[in-house]
């Protein structure tokens, strides 16, 4: 069974930290995504990544980055966190034109 | 980029009826996918279906990529049906690029 591991389930951080949120895929997925669910506006694509060092800006990259310096591993970087940023991080992988497979998510709240 | 409409947006069932979700996408698609969201959060993929029906248990989903909308039928509903539905379609042309729509959210009572 596909396994995606989000590094933390509840994270909370203070306004200009650097934050990092990691996921970590078991299947040797080429695709890696990372999106944030709000309440009423569903998942948004924030970045995706389609090979190692490869990645593709989503709907919203503004005040991301990410890395993907090995296949299993796809890090999402907030650079100076916002209080805008306070929302639900769902990671997820799949192999090309196939199902995603998503972690549990991480709770990210920034005070 | 494309854009992703599902209706309604929020559904009451009874236990025991049957109900409709429908997602309708701007663009030609590669694929299309249907994912329930339980209470808890959790993601799971009930459906992966660029064209044509699938069907599993009470569920099935029709994607007519020609007309540019899916449907997804749930029939017999039971409480443990309850969560939030969304459908997500893969851009054609390039990058695997997965656009989810914003979700209906079903509730079914006893």
């Known amino acids: 069974d596909v396994k995606v591991t989000q590094s933390s389930r509840y994270l909370v951080k203070r306004t200009g930290e650097k934050v990092f949120l990691e996921c970590v895929q078991d299947m040797d997925h080429e695709n890696m995504f990372w999106y944030r669910q709000d309440p009423g506006l569903g998942l948004r694509l924030i970045y995706f990544?389609?090979?190692?060092?490869?990645?593709e800006k989503g709907d919203i990259p503004e005040g991301y980055s990410v890395s993907r310096e090995k296949k299993e591993r796809f890090s999402l970087i907030l650079e100076s966190a916002s209080t805008n940023q306070t929302s639900m991080y769902l990671c997820?992988?799949?192999?090309?034109?196939?199902?995603?497979?998503f972690g549990n998510g991480t709770r990210l709240t920034v005070t | 980029g494309i854009q992703v409409e599902q209706s309604p947006p929020d559904l009451i069932l009874q236990e025991g009826a049957n109900s409709t979700l429908r997602c309708n996408f701007s663009?030609?698609?590669?694929?299309l996918q249907w994912f329930h969201q339980n209470p808890w959060g959790q993601l799971i993929n009930l459906f992966y279906?660029?064209?044509g029906t699938k069907q599993n248990g009470r569920l099935s989903a029709t994607t007519v990529a020609t007309e540019r909308y899916s449907l997804l039928y749930i029939s017999s509903s039971q409480t443990t049906d309850s969560g939030v539905y969304f459908c997500?379609?893969?851009?054609?042309?390039?990058?695997?690029?997965?656009?989810f729509g914003t979700g209906t959210k079903l509730q079914v009572i006893p």
């Open positions: 279906i660029p064209s």
């Open positions: 663009d030609s698609v590669n694929n």
């Open positions: 997500a379609v893969e851009s054609s042309g390039g990058y695997q690029k997965v656009t």
């Open positions: 990544s389609y090979d190692v060092k490869m990645k």
């Open positions: 997820a992988s799949s192999f090309r034109s196939s199902p995603l497979h």
